[in-house]
């Protein structure tokens, strides 16, 4: 969740279609089911402060530079817009970026930008800052560490101040994709130096108070190209523990809670001061183990440690069954480049390769978590009881939650993890590739840097599904990431509150939120 990516992430299903090649993707989407008491009229609007829970996830260390390694991701998606975003239904739709298309072989891509629109500093918006910005994301002296996923481009020219081409070094049929991400976030050009105390963007609210361990507050920009936000203010409150803000929900000290447990739904669907609202969702928690170390550099072991769970106990028992099997994969169901496969728990299979490994009576594990995130815990202690069935004995650490992510998380050989979803390409880049960023467990493999480089090369969709689903069943055979479930997202608020919509809230259009008096 720490880097939104849980977050942040998402129903963000890869929809491209090159233009000159007549080349798209279908879009497998799930209508989005809303749970919430039985009137549901929407609110008349007053301008108001909307006041949003914050996880707090770097403890405080929180920068809104973009490419920071402690990013305030929440704060991030408000202040800033991206190319091209995903939809209500996971289609890849224009941000700053109006159209987009390739050449033949995919090589090159031509992005027409949107005319009109300033920074909050009244500056225009020029091909020029989105090359300075996606610039920075090549430089592998950036916190971010994702010049290994952006590198394939190799050249960014700006013909004119509306349009940005980038020539690559080898094809990308979902080139776009990359640039969905709230990394790509678009700076004003030669600000590196003081974005993070100024966190000039284009979005549709404006800092005006930063302070992630308090309240941070932004203001409505008049001059959004978007129009006028309906909202006075958003103040994102930071609250570390997972408890603590579902408490400041049912206090009224906030407006709106962005990562609510089904057990928290539960509580509050019955009560009419507030709406619950879930849909199907790609956020996934994780059992992640570094396979730079032992005992976890033996890929029996990591095998022996994935065919122990059972996946659908740990959903009912963790996610009250609100989410769907994963197999150990981040792309999510919706996805249509989802590898289907199954993957039953084997405890007399766990144990024979834990006795090949050299671990005959089992094996002693010290697993790493926090009450960061609401499932965290839950799933540290499920999975410590399926363990023990195979002879393996967890035991369980906690953390501190303000604390967690910044001296835990990364460093320990053994942890809970909690991400959202992003599109396959991304995804499987992101987490799993050299030089991804997030690639928590260390992964490195060429076999499967080789299978990347072939999806992204195949224009048939088709085609490109099934190397996409390939290189999802070859972690399964070979990471250090036991991903049980993916998660519904589930939203809780105010009824106040109007107009959240039904996608993760990396994709939050924040602007068309409505607050009504009390």
Same mark, same amino acid.
């Given at each position: 969740?720490? *880097?939104? *990516?849980?977050?942040?992430?998402?129903?963000?299903?890869?929809?491209?279609?090159?233009?000159?090649?007549?080349?798209?993707?279908?879009?497998?989407?799930?209508?989005?089911?809303?749970?919430?008491?039985?009137?549901?009229?929407?609110?008349?609007?007053?301008?108001?402060?909307?006041?949003?829970?914050?996880?707090?996830?770097?403890?405080?260390?929180?920068?809104?530079?973009?490419?920071?390694?402690?990013?305030?991701?929440?704060?991030?998606?408000?202040?800033?817009?991206?190319?091209?975003?995903?939809?209500?239904?996971?289609?890849?739709?224009?941000?700053?970026?109006?159209?987009?298309?390739?050449?033949?072989?995919?090589?090159?891509?031509?992005?027409?930008?949107?005319?009109?629109?300033?920074?909050?500093?009244?500056?225009?918006?020029?091909?020029?800052?989105?090359?300075?910005?996606?610039?920075?994301?090549?430089?592998?002296?950036?916190?971010?560490?994702?010049?290994?996923?952006?590198?394939?481009?190799?050249?960014?020219?700006?013909?004119?101040?509306?349009?940005?081409?980038?020539?690559?070094?080898?094809?990308?049929?979902?080139?776009?994709?990359?640039?969905?991400?709230?990394?790509?976030?678009?700076?004003?050009?030669?600000?590196?130096?003081?974005?993070?105390?100024?966190?000039?963007?284009?979005?549709?609210?404006?800092?005006?108070?930063?302070?992630?361990?308090?309240?941070?507050?932004?203001?409505?920009?008049?001059?959004?190209?978007?129009?006028?936000?309906?909202?006075?203010?958003?103040?994102?409150?930071?609250?570390?523990?997972?408890?603590?803000?579902?408490?400041?929900?049912?206090?009224?000290?906030?407006?709106?809670?962005?990562?609510?447990?089904?057990?928290?739904?539960?509580?509050?669907?019955?009560?009419?001061?507030?709406?619950?609202?879930?849909?199907?969702?790609?956020?996934?928690?994780?059992?992640?183990?570094?396979?730079?170390?032992?005992?976890?550099?033996?890929?029996?072991?990591?095998?022996?440690?994935?065919?122990?769970?059972?996946?659908?106990?740990?959903?009912?028992?963790?996610?009250?069954?609100?989410?769907?099997?994963?197999?150990?994969?981040?792309?999510?169901?919706?996805?249509?480049?989802?590898?289907?496969?199954?993957?039953?728990?084997?405890?007399?299979?766990?144990?024979?390769?834990?006795?090949?490994?050299?671990?005959?009576?089992?094996?002693?594990?010290?697993?790493?978590?926090?009450?960061?995130?609401?499932?965290?815990?839950?799933?540290?202690?499920?999975?410590?009881?399926?363990?023990?069935?195979?002879?393996?004995?967890?035991?369980?650490?906690?953390?501190?939650?303000?604390?967690?992510?910044?001296?835990?998380?990364?460093?320990?050989?053994?942890?809970?993890?909690?991400?959202?979803?992003?599109?396959?390409?991304?995804?499987?880049?992101?987490?799993?590739?050299?030089?991804?960023?997030?690639?928590?467990?260390?992964?490195?493999?060429?076999?499967?840097?080789?299978?990347?480089?072939?999806?992204?090369?195949?224009?048939?969709?088709?085609?490109?599904?099934?190397?996409?689903?390939?290189?999802?069943?070859?972690?399964?055979?070979?990471?250090?990431?036991?991903?049980?479930?993916?998660?519904?997202?589930?939203?809780?608020?105010?009824?106040?509150?109007?107009?959240?919509?039904?996608?993760?809230?990396?994709?939050?259009?924040?602007?068309?939120?409505?607050?009504?008096?009390?």
């Amino acid at each position: 969740m720490r *880097s939104h *990516s849980v977050i942040p992430s998402v129903r963000m299903v890869a929809c491209l279609v090159l233009t000159t090649l007549l080349v798209a993707c279908g879009s497998a989407t799930t209508a989005p089911a809303t749970t919430a008491p039985a009137t549901t009229a929407t609110p008349a609007a007053t301008g108001g402060t909307l006041r949003v829970a914050y996880g707090l996830w770097w403890g405080g260390a929180e920068s809104i530079d973009p490419l920071s390694a402690v990013p305030f991701l929440d704060a991030v998606n408000i202040l800033y817009d991206r190319l091209v975003r995903l939809d209500a239904t996971g289609k890849l739709v224009p941000e700053l970026a109006t159209a987009w298309s390739a050449n033949a072989d995919a090589t090159v891509w031509t992005f027409t930008l949107r005319e009109g629109v300033t920074f909050h500093n009244s500056a225009p918006f020029t091909s020029a800052d989105v090359a300075y910005s996606i610039k920075r994301l090549l430089d592998p002296a950036q916190e971010a560490g994702l010049a290994g996923i952006y590198q394939i481009i190799k050249q960014i020219e700006t013909p004119d101040p509306r349009t940005v081409v980038f020539t690559l070094a080898q094809p990308h049929a979902e080139l776009p994709v990359l640039f969905t991400i709230y990394r790509a976030a678009i700076i004003p050009a030669e600000s590196s130096a003081s974005i993070a105390q100024t966190g000039i963007g284009t979005g549709a609210f404006q800092l005006a108070q930063l302070n992630p361990t308090g309240t941070t507050r932004m203001t409505a920009y008049a001059k959004s190209w978007r129009g006028a936000p309906k909202l006075d203010a958003i103040e994102l409150i930071g609250i570390a523990d997972a408890d603590a803000r579902f408490q400041a929900l049912q206090a009224g000290q906030i407006d709106v809670l962005l990562e609510t447990s089904p057990q928290q739904l539960t509580a509050l669907k019955d009560n009419p001061a507030f709406v619950v609202q879930t849909f199907p969702g790609g956020i996934w928690y994780s059992l992640t183990m570094r396979t730079d170390t032992p005992p976890f550099n033996d890929v029996r072991v990591r095998r022996a440690l994935r065919l122990l769970v059972d996946r659908q106990q740990i959903l009912t028992l963790v996610q009250q069954g609100m989410g769907s099997i994963a197999c150990d994969t981040t792309v999510w169901s919706g996805d249509p480049y989802r590898w289907q496969g199954s993957c039953p728990q084997d405890l007399a299979q766990a144990r024979k390769l834990l006795a090949e490994a050299g671990y005959p009576n089992g094996l002693d594990l010290t697993l790493f978590t926090s009450d960061s995130l609401s499932g965290m815990t839950p799933l540290a202690e499920v999975y410590q009881q399926q363990a023990a069935l195979a002879g393996v004995r967890v035991t369980i650490k906690q953390v501190p939650a303000d604390s967690y992510w910044t001296e835990t998380y990364g460093v320990e050989p053994f942890v809970i993890d909690g991400e959202y979803q992003y599109p396959a390409d991304l995804s499987l880049h992101l987490f799993y590739g050299k030089g991804g960023g997030y690639n928590v467990s260390k992964f490195d493999d060429p076999a499967f840097e080789q299978l990347l480089a072939e999806a992204r090369a195949t224009l048939d969709p088709q085609q490109r599904s099934q190397r996409y689903q390939q290189a999802q069943q070859y972690l399964l055979e070979q990471d250090g990431t036991i991903i049980p479930f993916h998660a519904n997202e589930e939203f809780s608020f105010s009824r106040r509150v109007a107009g959240l919509q039904t996608v993760p809230y990396i994709d939050m259009r924040w602007d068309l939120v409505t607050l009504a008096a009390k």
